[in-house]
């Protein structure tokens, strides 16, 4: 079983949806999650780095750490094009990786 | 403010080969960790490098070796090259939190195709 595991998709939503991405892991020890963006052809960038549970809100972005759960997910309010990229959530600890979810946003 | 740059961007090799693959950290940043993304996967974490030692491996084999210079620049060596290494190789540099591993940076990657 991977430690990290996420929904590949792809994911297509009009322009302006609430976008959910949700991501599962195992490794109990996991305390720091991140979630990453990629563009097509280039190296994964820093959205959200997030402590234990609870919720981190930036600018549009959520990020939602359930432990009980071993659930984390990311929230994309007023959805735009430019949010089209694949999005990894990941283990800090353990510097692991999901597949990533191919999001499009549909003008 | 240079940010993460790998080199080269682009290679092919032979089956059997052996490949070095570079990476200059971000300025400030004492950590690089290395990862090998296949087409449509997420990164898999290779290993990750702070002074100059190996501090984190994942589930690699040790035809993946790598080295950190005093500099915190580092490069990544692929012994045996087989079809199946051909992937796109990023590079992430950070400041050293232990286990938190907080905020990467990544390259844009060098492309690797084995023939």
């Known amino acids: 079983q991977k430690e990290v595991e996420q929904d590949p998709g792809p994911l297509s939503v009009p322009e302006g949806a609430i976008v959910s991405l949700n991501c599962t892991y195992s490794?109990?020890?996991?305390?720091?999650f991140m979630w990453y963006r990629q563009y097509s052809r280039k190296g994964p960038e820093l959205l959200m780095y997030?402590?234990?549970?609870g919720n981190k809100e930036d600018g549009r972005f959520t990020a939602q750490v359930d432990k009980s759960s071993k659930y984390i997910s990311l929230f994309i309010r007023d959805s735009q094009p430019s949010d089209s990229a694949t999005y990894l959530c990941?283990?800090?600890?353990?510097?692991?990786f999901g597949k990533g979810m191919k999001l499009t946003v549909n003008p | 403010d240079a940010g993460v740059t790998q080199s080269p961007t682009h290679l092919i090799k032979t089956r059997g080969q052996q490949v070095t693959l570079r990476c200059s950290p971000k300025?400030?940043?004492?950590?690089v960790s290395w990862y090998q993304q296949a087409l449509g996967q997420g990164p898999q974490f290779i290993f990750q490098y702070y002074e100059e030692e190996e501090r984190q491996r994942g589930n690699f084999p040790d035809r993946f070796s790598g080295h950190q210079f005093p500099n915190y620049s580092s490069e990544l060596n692929v012994n045996a090259l087989l079809l199946g290494d051909s992937a796109l190789y990023l590079c992430a540099s950070s400041l050293y939190r232990g286990l938190r591993n907080e905020k990467l940076f990544f390259g844009s990657g060098t492309q690797l195709s084995v023939l």
């Open positions: 990941g283990g800090s600890e353990k510097l692991v």
């Open positions: 300025s400030g940043h004492d950590t």
């Open positions: 997030t402590y234990s549970s």
């Open positions: 490794n109990s020890a996991f305390q720091y």
